[in-house]
T-cell receptor, first 113, second 111 residues
């Protein structure tokens, strides 16, 4: 059974640009959550999608957005990138919404210059 | 104050010993707790979850929850060098099961 797949794995952007990250969940999983991981703040919850609807949202500015497609694949977008957005962005999938029983992908490492 | 607190460590234990990892949380209404293991350069992996007071055992791992003291722990028996990793404690906050993560405790098991 394939795990959670995230693309791209690494990317470098400059301040002011925007970026889109993609996540394919485990087959049969309908919930996709996004987390930001940095050395200073640890793992922080961005948002969760279930059946194409955002169900939960963390405390991040509106520059961070996401969506989920009918096949449960999800994308997150960060606009007007700032240096502080440099982080590992992790996607996690689960069978149901509002759960901590998550299966994480390998992450997308974003560097903002 | 972060809602889920862990000592960053490192916690160093000899091979074969019991490693005890601890976590406290501030939201008395938290109902669900999770332990994730994260190897260096890898993504977190769920190893235990616990919803009720008391102990829950799974192989060499035991999760303990004390809601009165707002305390969660993870015991690893017969620690192995392959257990060396960062252990993340997470709790559902504000009535949600969406986990809020602690900063993690680094565990080193030396031969």
């Amino acid at each position: 059974k394939a795990g959670v797949t995230q693309t791209p794995r690494y990317l470098i952007k400059t301040r002011g640009q925007q970026v889109t990250l993609s996540c394919s969940p485990i087959s049969g999983h309908r919930s996709v959550s996004w987390y930001q991981q940095t050395p200073g703040q640890g793992l922080q919850f961005l948002f969760e999608y279930f059946s194409e609807t955002q169900r939960n949202k963390g405390n991040f500015p509106g520059r961070f957005s996401g969506r989920q497609f009918s096949n449960s694949r999800s994308e997150m977008n960060v606009s007007t990138l700032e240096l502080g957005d440099s982080a590992l962005y992790l996607c996690a999938s689960s069978r149901k919404t509002d759960t901590g029983e998550l299966f994480f992908g390998e992450g997308s490492r974003l560097t903002v210059l | 104050q972060k809602e889920v607190e862990q000592n960053s460590g490192p916690l160093s234990v000899p091979e074969g010993a019991i490693a005890s990892l601890n976590c406290t949380y501030s939201d008395r209404g938290s109902q669900s707790f999770f332990w994730y293991r994260q190897y260096s350069g890898k993504s977190p992996e769920l190893i235990m979850f616990i919803y009720s007071n008391g102990d829950k055992e799974d192989g060499r791992f035991t999760a303990q929850l004390n809601k009165a003291s707002q305390y969660v722990s993870l015991l690893i028996r017969d620690s192995q060098p392959s257990d060396s990793a960062t252990y993340l404690c997470a709790g559902g906050v504000g009535g949600s099961y969406i986990p809020t993560f602690g900063r993690g405790t680094s565990l080193i098991v030396h031969p």
